[in-house]
């Protein structure tokens, strides 16, 4: 049986020992693996795109990226157009969102955790709503050429221009000044 390596987490106050651990499911995914729905994820190798779906083109809009060593979640609704595919192979751990609620209940260190997480995605999330407000495309990848490489060595540029609001083409030629 599969394990993860809890090392990759330690950005998270999550205690090695606990509960949770042991609850996760182990997969192997690769970019044609359908996630499950309604889980905390635990990705340990791997990037996962996060878009909306709900527009005309047929990859949507990307919103968010998650790589090595972050925790997200993954929810399917009617209403919730949101989708998560791998974009690349990889390794996840996973819980169903209902065991995840209990331990929150249960255990303090789950819910400072949980508080943890919530904090750090809000100020994530108000930068870069910031960032599409005042922010040229130029800026926003400049930004994230210095901030978030990984970003560029990890993500197709179709989604990378997608998450910067802007077409593939226009995204080239910003890639071609700044070169």
């Known amino acids: 049986m599969n394990t993860i390596d809890k090392v990759v987490f330690s950005k998270y106050p999550i205690d090695h020992y ?4 042991e609850k996760l499911t182990i997969i192997n995914f690769d970019k044609k693996t359908v996630l499950p729905k309604d889980v ?6 791997g990037t996962i795109r996060k878009s909306f779906t709900e527009c005309i083109e047929d990859d949507g809009i990307s919103i968010d990226f ?18 998560y595919e791998p974009i690349s192979t990889g390794i996840l751990g ?11 209940l249960e255990s303090k260190l789950c819910s400072t955790t949980q508080r943890v997480f919530l904090e750090e995605r809000l100020r994530e999330k108000t930068i870069r709503e910031m960032q599409l407000l005042r922010s ?15 970003f560029i060595q ?7 221009a997608s998450y910067i609001g802007i077409t593939p083409q226009a ?3 910003i890639r071609k000044h700044i070169n």
Not at 18 to 21: A, Y
Not at 94 to 104: D, G
């Open 94 to 104: 996973y819980v169903e969102m209902t065991v995840v609620k209990q331990l929150f």
């Open 18 to 21: 606990g509960e949770i651990w």
């Open 171 to 173: 995204l080239s030629r």
């Open 40 to 45: 905390l994820c635990f990705l340990q190798k």
């Open 136 to 150: 040229t495309p130029k800026e926003m990848y400049l930004h994230l050429l210095k901030s978030k490489p990984h």
């Open 66 to 83: 998650y790589f090595e060593g972050d925790i997200f979640t993954t929810k399917y609704e009617a209403d919730n157009p949101f989708n």
């Open 154 to 160: 990890n993500v197709p540029l179709k989604y990378l």
